[in-house]
């Protein structure tokens, strides 16, 4: 069987960034409800509390991002392999996802350290790009 080329149009990227913007917003809306937290006026935070507010939205943009993706490559009729790095990379983006909106909560509940969720979102996906690196071999999804 021929191997498709990865590579995708510029409308496939751009229903992906939109798909992984609105998911973050979602997520970003709901954390600051969490932290009862608002734009409009100053909570005396600092950079790492911002951080900490910011990453787990971008693990759910990566998630909507990447199944946008995928759901377009399937509809082009482009077959796409179980052991794929996409698939890989939805699947643990989730898991890093719900992992740190749990610390997230630990940390509002607990009072631990600015910045933890930060930091464990940096060597979760680090060592998560290291392991779509060494172990896939395709890099990504089929040409739409």
Not at 44 to 58: H, Q, W
Not at 66 to 83: D, F, N, Q, T
Not at 86 to 102: D, E, K, P, S
Not at 122 to 135: D, E, W
């Amino acid at each position: 069987m021929e191997r498709l080329v990865f590579t995708f149009s510029m409308d496939t990227n751009i229903y992906a960034m939109l798909a992984g913007a609105v998911a973050a917003a979602l997520v970003l809306g709901a954390d600051l409800r969490r932290r009862r937290l608002s734009l409009t006026r100053a909570a005396g935070g600092r950079a790492r509390s911002f951080l900490d507010i910011v990453f787990p939205p971008i693990s759910l943009a990566i998630v909507g991002g990447l199944a946008v993706k995928l759901i377009l490559a399937e509809g082009s009729g482009a077959l796409i392999p179980w052991r794929s790095s996409a698939l890989w990379a939805i699947g643990t983006y989730a898991a890093i996802f719900v992992f740190l909106w749990r610390e997230g909560h630990r940390q509002i509940q607990f009072q631990r350290p600015r910045g933890i969720v930060v930091a464990e979102w940096l060597i979760l996906a680090g060592v998560n790009q290291a392991f779509i690196a060494s172990f896939f071999l395709d890099r990504g999804l089929p040409a739409t």
